[in-house]
């Protein structure tokens, strides 16, 4: 038996210098990753529901107050989104107070809220058309948005209506 030595069958030896480019060529490709996906992370996501959990559970009581005040008045407010024949969202929202008759005297605001992008959010100009009718219209594309409806006097929200619709 011949005892062989490994080395000297080594065409080229694996050099301090060889070993240095390979790590830094490792963490090269690493770093270029992260690099591409961190820009993709903050180019395509622009949804949050909060600004700040913390502050938003700090209001969580005030809010439940609000829906308790909200189920007493017995408000029956609707609204619907139909194309018209410039391609724009027409909204029609309804206000009707429990007997029936058309609430007067709101501030009504109205926003078409992209579900998972908030900078695909669009506010709707709103005009009251009749007592308890309000109109207007946006530029949306079609797809899923939660149209989010807002009811006030005199600064105080009296009402407020998240309903997922989708729009064609």
């Known amino acids: 038996m011949i005892a062989r030595n490994i080395d000297a069958e080594r065409k080229s030896p694996l050099s301090g210098r060889t070993v240095l480019f390979c790590f830094i060529a490792f963490f090269g490709v690493v770093a ?23 502050q938003a559970g700090l209001a969580f009581k005030s809010e439940v107050a609000a829906a308790h005040t909200q189920d007493a008045l017995h408000w029956r407010v609707s609204g619907k989104i139909l194309r018209d024949q410039e391609g724009q969202a027409q909204v029609e929202i309804t206000a009707l107070d429990q007997s029936g008759s058309a609430v007067s005297g709101l501030l009504l605001t109205a926003r078409l809220a992209h579900p998972a992008n908030a900078r695909r959010d669009h506010i709707v100009t709103i005009s009251q058309v009749a007592p308890g009718v309000f109109s207007g219209t946006t530029e949306a594309a079609s797809g ?19 309903s997922r619709i989708i729009l064609r």
Do not use: C, H, P
């Open 144 to 162: 899923q948005w939660d149209l989010i409806i807002d009811l006030s006097r005199s600064d105080q929200r009296l009402f407020r209506s998240k």
């Open 32 to 54: 270029a990753v992260n690099a591409v996906m961190i820009r993709a992370a903050t180019s395509t996501f622009g949804g949050r529901e909060t600004g700040s959990a913390y």
